[in-house]
């Protein structure tokens, strides 16, 4: 595998206004790579810096080795090799859709262009609708003839703005896939564009997540969830709840759920942890002698979501079967599954970037950390 795209501490400033600052990242050849975050976080205006809609302040990038954006110096985005897929489509509604995929082809030959045309149609599973005008496609279709354009001038990287905003939240997921599927079969190199954690998940091998302007992790999509690498990572992945935990005299983790077995060789007595608890690290348990309030609930069909009080008073989510059915105030019986909790040391903000988490059961200084093991709850069954 070699580098596709790789930026350089790139800043993008708008006047005085810093965008995005200092990011790094690299994309190996045929990767699919995400920038996600909340909006505001500067997701778009990375993009369009890789398009060249956008110039640098700092930094570099490079595309396939070659140096396309300096502060100094811009390669115009029609050189670039770079294929664009928008939030909205962007078909052009006189033309039909062949004529939409050519678009970006004038420059070949009229039988290599036609030949170039229907392979893209082919590609996207679009044949029979050649002559058919946007305005007569499903929303899903008219996305896979924006992506048959932009992948038409066979580019060294695709960028995809939102592609999947405009679309109902089901044909989102399923043409999320189906795009990834295609993309890989054809080892086409892209970069997504999205604030939604299902569609980088589905999409792509590596999410750089963005909080305000910086890089909070780029890691997969797997070690964003079970990894993040400090507390806002962990509160923007998945569902989850930090809570505050003592470490008490014996250097054991103390907290609303009891005592934890046995600490961790950093951990000082007195010192507060940060522990996020996911809805799965806490489990329904009919013959538990724990039991903890019910302060809230949701439905969410084949599953509850129940928001639980601690001794302590703080919150903690658990998931159960939705035949689990508790009133409010009520007591549901749990017990908790907590291998894989992650826990952060010190006060870091959650801006912070700069503090690693430990997840607990890792390697130490060559001893393997045990799982924690409840010891004793505090909340009686009631
Ligand atoms: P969203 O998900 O809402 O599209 P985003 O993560 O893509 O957001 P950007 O559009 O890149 O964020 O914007 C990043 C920051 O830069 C925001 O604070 C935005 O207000 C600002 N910004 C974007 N474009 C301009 C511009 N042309 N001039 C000045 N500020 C801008």
């Excluded at 700092?58 to 664009?84: D, H, N, Q």
């Excluded at 010192?271 to 348990?285: A, Q």
């Excluded at 013959?287 to 084949?302: C, D, T």
């Excluded at 989510?317 to 908790?336: A, E, N, Q, W």
Aim: net charge negative.
């Amino acid at each position: 595998m070699s580098s596709q795209l790789e930026l350089q501490q790139v800043t993008v400033k708008y006047g005085d206004f810093t965008a995005v600052e200092n990011i790094s990242m690299t994309l190996q050849t045929g990767q699919i790579g995400c920038l996600l975050g909340p909006s505001g976080c500067g997701k778009t205006t990375l993009l369009r810096a890789i398009a060249g809609f956008e110039g640098i302040s700092a930094g570099s990038i490079f595309l396939r080795g070659t140096l396309i954006s300096t502060p100094e110096c811009e390669l115009p985005p029609e050189r670039r090799k770079v294929g664009m897929v928008f939030q909205d489509f962007a078909l052009f509604p006189h033309l039909n859709v062949r004529r939409n995929i050519g678009f970006g082809l004038s420059h070949l030959p009229r039988g290599e262009r036609r030949e170039r045309v229907e392979s893209m149609l082919q590609l996207v599973a679009l044949s029979e609708y050649g002559n058919a005008y946007p305005h007569e496609l499903s929303g899903g279709q008219q996305q896979r003839v924006a992506l048959a354009r932009a992948l038409a001038p066979n580019p060294e990287i695709l960028l995809l703005d939102e592609p999947f905003s405009s679309l109902d939240t089901e044909l989102r997921t399923e043409l999320a896939a189906e795009i990834r599927e295609l993309l890989k079969r054809n080892g086409v190199t892209a970069i997504l564009v999205t604030h939604d954690q299902h569609e980088a998940f589905a999409m792509a091998d590596q999410v750089t997540l963005l909080n305000s302007g910086r890089v909070a992790q780029t890691d997969t999509p797997y070690n964003l969830y079970h990894n993040p690498g400090n507390e806002f990572v962990a509160e923007f992945i998945g569902q989850g709840t930090m809570i505050t935990v003592t470490v008490n005299a014996a250097g054991e983790m103390n907290d609303g759920l009891g005592v934890l077995d046995r600490g961790h060789p950093h951990w000082q007595p007195g010192e507060t942890l940060r522990l996020l608890v996911r809805p799965d690290d806490i489990e329904y348990d009919e013959g538990s002698h724990i039991a903890l309030r019910v302060m809230h609930k949701a439905f969410r069909g084949a599953n509850y979501l129940y928001e639980l009080l601690l001794t302590d008073g703080q919150r903690v989510p658990c998931l159960t079967p939705s035949h689990v059915d508790i009133p409010l105030g009520g007591m549901l019986p749990v017990r908790f599954n907590l291998q894989h909790v992650v826990v952060f040391e010190g006060d870091c903000p959650r801006e912070c970037c700069c503090t690693p988490s430990t997840v607990i059961q890792q390697e130490h200084d060559g001893e393997i950390v045990s799982p924690p093991v409840l010891r004793q709850a505090q909340a009686p069954r009631g």
